[in-house]
């Protein structure tokens, strides 16, 4: 029963749209183009990042993960999973199911949080946009400064998470 | 985008060669993990195509723009932390504030807290984080963003 209430917002909200667009209701329509432009995006990127996330868990050993960016990895962790987030792409909402997966295998708390704050502010591709809009000046100010504030957040993530049970769960 | 594409299909590809069975027990594993948050996410993009509806451009120069001080701060962090916006969107409009008038220690706010926070995309966190984890992370991003704006501020 509750998988079936799942559908129901949404759902209702695209038959909403769809009724804007038979009265001609403009809020409707704009919000309607709104929803299609970012659904567009998410509908083409996410089951991407999804397969790769299951051939990824089913391929890379745990050990190889625990060892490199585990809890014992130290700055050569971060700097790994700072490498790892700034070469990819896409919403901060595509960063989760890849942090579940290296936290599944075996990735310390501090560089889950390392990771998504890594993937949302300093991805490559995203630079070269920013820069092309915004000056190089800006774009390097604002990484370098941005770095190790995220770092900050994940060694204040870890000590306040210690002991506490936290767990990245499966959706 | 097509790198990611030809990326895939590579892997996709050398993972079939390798092993067909695990390749396909991998490719499963994504697919329901996907089909499971598929709900989730249609209703955040609904509520963001919603609220973005409700703030035009010309409302957000009005009240980022010159002389808004502390109004464009709080503006900058208000506005980035619900939306969420793709940044092939969000800079050019970004660019559009700075001509207008709006000051870079304001962007470097709100193109932040427009990243690292998504209040609208708290339902999908917490998925797999957790409520209070989830919460506790976005308020402390924006604290952060905050920061680095004031610190931007000293700069330029």
Known sequence: MKKVQKYIPPIFFIILIGLSWLFDFAAGEQIGLNFWMFFKEMILFLPLMFILIGLFDVWVPRENIEKHIGKESGWKGTGLVILLATLQAGPLYGA???AYILWK??????????YLGAFSTIKIPMLTFEIGFL???????????????F??????????LKGKNFDVKQP | M??????????????????????????????????????????MLALVSIVLYLIPEEKLVEYM???????????????GSVALIPGFIAYPLCGILIKSGVAY??????????MMTGFL?????????????SILRNLVSLVAALLIGLIMGFFL
């Open chain 2, 121 to 133: 995309t708290l339902p999908v966190e917490a998925r797999f984080f957790g409520w209070r984890v």
């Open chain 1, 96 to 98: 989760f199911p890849f």
């Open chain 1, 151 to 160: 770092i900050l957040i994940g060694y204040l993530m870890e000590g306040y």
């Open chain 2, 105 to 114: 220690s304001v962007i470097a706010v709100f193109i932040t807290i427009l």
């Open chain 2, 2 to 43: 097509k790198l990611l594409i030809i990326f895939t299909a590579i892997c996709l590809f050398v993972s079939l060669i390798v092993n067909r069975q695990k390749t396909w027990a991998g490719v499963k594993k994504g697919a329901l993990m996907f089909f499971r948050l598929l709900p989730t996410l249609v209703l």
């Open chain 1, 135 to 149: 000056g190089l000046k800006f774009s390097l100010l604002r990484t370098l400064i941005t770095l190790p504030v």
């Open chain 1, 105 to 114: 295998k075996g990735c310390s708390v501090r560089n889950v949080f390392i």
């Open chain 2, 65 to 79: 723009g010159e002389g808004s001080g502390i109004t464009g701060w709080m503006t900058a962090a208000l506005f």
